[in-house]
């Protein structure tokens, strides 16, 4: 089997060199050969010295004073840009490698997003051709990725990671085949996803078939260090929404709240916006942010029954359960949402649920 290889020439020859080489050989000097061309000498002596390119124009002018195909001088002029600019592109490329530190890429490798290397060169094409960017300097003007670059609250937040993380689930959802978004039909879903969470560990397929079927891809992934983050929301296109959700902190009852969450966004807001969820207030999105929250407290545990439970102050493990049995909803939810508003301890974790990754399922 034959391969086509192409090599390169690192060496920027300017196309004036041969010029000189053929204008003497002909017995020519810079301002015989301008006369003859009806161009000025300075324009002549710019071009011999890599200062003025060899333009459509002057190539054909060539041709006819010197003989020599108007293709081959464009040819030159083209090989000498193109060099000039893979070396600018090498730079550009190593003047990244020094930052490159700041990507997750051990993490990045060991779930297969880009080539293990211990190259930083290496290391910055593989994060160009992940994140789909020509530069890494593009990152936090591309729209997808700039809710990554936001001021954080978090003060060693990675943004490098949250765009990563943002851009593996763009590229998983790709992959999952959706049905046209249906608004009804996701809010008509709603109680079926509640009874998911009398389901234990063995949910993870039918709440993604369940989804794929209103027009959410699901993307489970794990969260990579420094993220802080437990959930994001965008649209891949007008059609197919993306809900992606890791398991951070384990806990059941937060991967629920904020899985509802996230419908609440995709329900109630823009699809021109992108939401990430860090458990921080975002004063751009506080509104957008308290509204979906309220979302997912409601639909997990309606406001009247829960009121009705509180006022009777019996919070043991029985009357958590028998109040969880009532609404159809796992007894952990409850707990957590008792924890949250502060009427039990956060160390009554009895019925409190956790979560575990395994063979890429939560």
Partial sequence: METNQQ???DLAI???EYLLEATTEQGLNQADLAKR???PVQAISEIIKGIKAITPDTAIQLEQVLGVPAHIWTGLEANYQLTRARQQAQQQIEKEAKDV?????AE?????WVTKTRKPVEKVKELRQFYGVASLDNLPRVRSYAPAFRKSKQQNLSHEALAAWLRAGALMAEQIQTKTFDKKALKTLLPELRKLTLEHNNFQQKLTKMLADVGVALVMLPHLAKTYTHGATFWATTDKAVLMMTIRGSWADIFWFSLFHEIGHILLHDKRQIFLEDGKTDKETSKQEQQ???FASNTLIPAKPYSEFTKRNDFSIQAICNFAADIN???GIICGRLQHDEHIAHSFNILREQYKWADNNC
């Avoid at 530190?101 to 890429?105: C, F, I, K, N, T």
């Avoid at 990045?108 to 297969?112: P, Q, S, Y």
Wanted: proline share 16%.
């Fill in 101 to 105: 530190s700041r990507y997750p890429y």
């Fill in 108 to 112: 990045m490798a060991k779930h297969g």
């Fill in 329 to 331: 909803i796992a007894p």
């Fill in 7 to 9: 090599y390169y020439s």
């Fill in 37 to 39: 061309m009806g161009r």
């Fill in 292 to 294: 979906a929250d309220d």
């Fill in 14 to 16: 300017p196309p004036g």
